[in-house]
């Protein structure tokens, strides 16, 4: 049981504790609906399930022939999906003995699977290049989407199932009607492909996040870009929307992960836990923990803090843009002028319970090796205070006299800053788009209101 103290009921989110069993990195992540299981894919080719408030062993289902690319629960907790590399889809009863069904899905590497919003269909995307729609139970095949030219990273319902989202190596994100099977609006990424996307809780906004530290959130009902975040320092593996829709949560290669107000449109949080680059991340249906995974083989749960007393809010239809775009945020450089809140990990008697710390779990097919105590020290890094100028550290950037002459050539750090300035204007464009349209609509509600 993951226990709760006094010191974790503030606004920052907090530390609970980790597991280990996987021998190879971590793809995905899934909370029970429960919130007391946690299951995890990896590229070792096996699917674990984890206890999280009691005292019972991890379990570990080996099936799969090639590393398993992602994993999750149906709605309801009753079924179980994992999608692998050997071209393969597992319908799994979470049980202890993990009976399973398995059916050939693709002609190449199934990268995703989810179900949707009633848990009838399953939804899987492919480095063959297409996007397929299943009925869950009785494995069936129901329609193919096609359109995209190269290998589909992800795909994932809309709110109401109506809508899917997939995006792509051919630097394109796609929204499809699931209906007509037909692609109803797409979005060209310029400089890097997105390896994640998914729907905000409203249904009307897409987040991706993208190869090139990018996070980029999309409104389809005005077809445009609405907030553009630069916040990590390389690739983004995969970001969560908390399930009020007010925050997000973004994985990188960087090793840290970022926790995004999107209603304010900026970073809030950095979180520093794992050794290596962060692959996954997942919120629990009531959006009071949080798990993470990465290279280094850990999940590592948090609580969130991020709900007032634990309650829900209400969906945000709205999400304003982002008012600056941010630019290799370095928390250690400028740590002094920024003032960070750092909350280095308690102690390990008070972020793991004691029936998590006396799990010895046996190393067999089923069972994973217990965990150990980190020698590593979680971070939560408080952003909230830094100021607009600070956070854009490109614009503070100033070009050499001797380089601004017509023949001399420019160094790398003078391109990067002109391309870094290029985006600014571009995000601003977009910014002002939005703001513009809105005052339409709103001059128009005026116009029918007055007599």
Partial sequence: MLQETPEETTCEPAYQGYFEGHHNAITALSFHPNADRLISSSLDKTVMMWQLRHSLPAYKFKAHAESVLDVCYSPNGDLMASASKDTSVRIWVPKIKGYSLDFKAHSSAVKSVQFSPTGEEL?????DKSVKLWLARHRRFLMSFIGHTYWVNCARFSPDGKLLVSCSDDKTIKVWDIISARCVKTFNEIKAPATYVEFHPNGTTIGSANEDACIKLYDLRTNSLCQHYAAHKGPVNMI????????????SDDSTMKILDVLEGRPIYTLKGHHVGVTSVAFSKDGKLFASGGTDRRILIWKSNLCMDGQIEKIPTQLMPSTIKLDDMSEKSNSDERKEIVHKKRSQEKYLSDTVKKLHL???????????????KPEIVNVRNIESSERDCVANVLIPQDQTSPDAPLSNQSIKTVEALCDQVQSLHDTVNVLERRMTTLEETLNYKLP
């Fill in 240 to 251: 969560k929307f908390h399930p009020t829709g007010n925050f997000m949560l973004t994985a």
């Fill in 362 to 376: 046996r190393s067999d097919d089923r069972f994973c090796e217990g965990s150990s105590t980190r020698k590593t």
């Fill in 123 to 127: 939804v899987t995307a492919s480095n």
